[in-house]
């Protein structure tokens, strides 16, 4: 074993790798900061909005969609924690590429990881005007502008300080999580007095009575599955916030251990119920399905009530997505593959020239909601979509590079491990594969979205020719 390989070996984790875009930052997130995020990354726009349009789609077979990308979901965060505990780092899995894939493999995944969020960011935007008009008072309002008022509101106070942004956070969780609750022991006791909705007997009879469990096929379901991912998206957001956290090594398993069975609950859980409800047929993309039944129940109040949760459900997202790439482009630019301004940081030690960059493709969306109202939606989920199956997939290629340092003696993996590895992360690559595939045969939106994958492609190449030079350069005064 060479001088190198035996300093690495025994070497603290610390001291193996140092990324500068970890300095600075305060450690004000509490064990119930994470805790809360780990669920609010657990539920999002894409159960509160979405789900209403793939019921609509593929029936009841949309809860073993759920089930499965699940699975794969807690693969991905249980590698990403597994990581964070070998290092906690506020460039999460950007920081890791850095380490394990050098400087290109960092580029690649944080610009892919802002794909993901900046298209998240407008998905989240035209939830919440989508809900806003629920109420008559916003009725007549543009829905571009009712966007464009979510994207401020959520930006001034992400802004302020990291601990404001975990307040937030907090308080945006439990509120939808109370909700979730709510409608479950609602719907469990609806279904078992066979309560009337509408003049509809809920039970099993909702689902064997018009069509079964795949009434138009078990294809709808499978093509639904990139929209389900995308319901998923903020499950990583835990790891990002890591690194802004005490004690990592203490509170981050048991937030990675509890996403699990909180989507076998909320997610599974909450499909299966609205499918016992109400037939398949009686929701729709324009409305949240929970809203949905609420209404049709005729509980005054209780629609609207539940219109307040889904919309607090979107300006979580847009929260979190705006905190996370935040803190990603940071990262990258202190190694200088994102522009300098997104490395700066302001008295509250927020690095605002990233969170306003990611912003500044917000705006881009109020455009797409004044251009395609009806469209926006469906249009930015899929290129969200896209950048979820990248970041996922560099998620698990860190994981397996980590995994082979580990074999060569070269690292230690921490007792709170990835299980089945390196057989967990073939699995899911081939299973995010799969879903690129799925997203092609869809047709429509899906194929035109993996149709601009060469496209993205050419621009990562492209945009790393541009900053190939600094980041030697920044490389080389870092000795």
Known sequence: MSDRTLTEATA??????????????????????????????????GLFLGAGGRLAGAGPSLAIAYAVCGVFAFFVVRALGELVLYRPSSGAFVSYAR?????????????????????????????????????????????????????????????????????????????KVAALVVFLIVGIWLVATSHQIDGHTPGLA???????????????????IQGVVFAYASVELCGVAAGETENPEKIMPKAINSIMWRVGLFYVGSVVLL?????????????????????????????????????????SSLNSGLYSTGRILRSMAMSGSAPKFTARMNKGKVPYGGVLFTAAFGLAGVGLNKLMPKDAFEIVLNFASLGILGTWAMVMICSLHFWRRAQQGRLERPSYRLPWAPYTQLVTL?????????????????????????????????????????????AASRG
């Open 275 to 315: 499918a016992l409800l109400l037939p398949y047929t009686a929701y729709s993309s324009d409305q949240s399905p929970f809203v949905t039944v609420f209404d049709k129940l005729g509980v005054p109040g209780a629609a609207g009530v539940m219109n307040l949760v889904v919309l607090t459900a979107a300006l």
């Open 99 to 175: 380490e394990f894939m050098g400087e290109k493999g960092a580029y690649t995944a944080g610009w892919l990881y802002f794909l993901n969020w900046s298209t998240t960011t407008v998905a989240d935007i035209t939830a919440a005007a989508t809900y806003a008009h629920f109420w008559s008072l916003f009725t007549d309002v543009p829905q571009w502008v009712l966007a464009f008022i979510a994207l401020a509101v959520v930006l001034t106070a992400n802004l302020i300080s990291v601990k404001y942004f975990g307040e937030m956070e907090f308080w945006f969780s439990l509120v």
């Open 12 to 45: 603290p984790a610390s001291s193996r790798h140092v990324d500068a875009g970890d300095e600075g930052y305060s450690k004000d997130l509490k064990s119930r900061h994470i805790n809360m995020i780990a669920i609010g990354g657990a539920i999002g726009t």
């Open 206 to 224: 909702s689902i064997t009575d018009n069509g079964g469990l795949f009434p138009s096929g078990v294809l709808p379901m499978l093509l639904v």
């Open 430 to 474: 081939a299973f995010l594969l799969a879903v690129l595939i799925l997203m092609w045969c869809d047709g429509g939106v899906g194929r035109t979205t993996v149709m601009c994958v060469p496209v993205i492609g050419a621009a990562l190449v492209g945009g790393w020719f541009l900053v190939r030079r600094r980041v030697a350069e920044l």
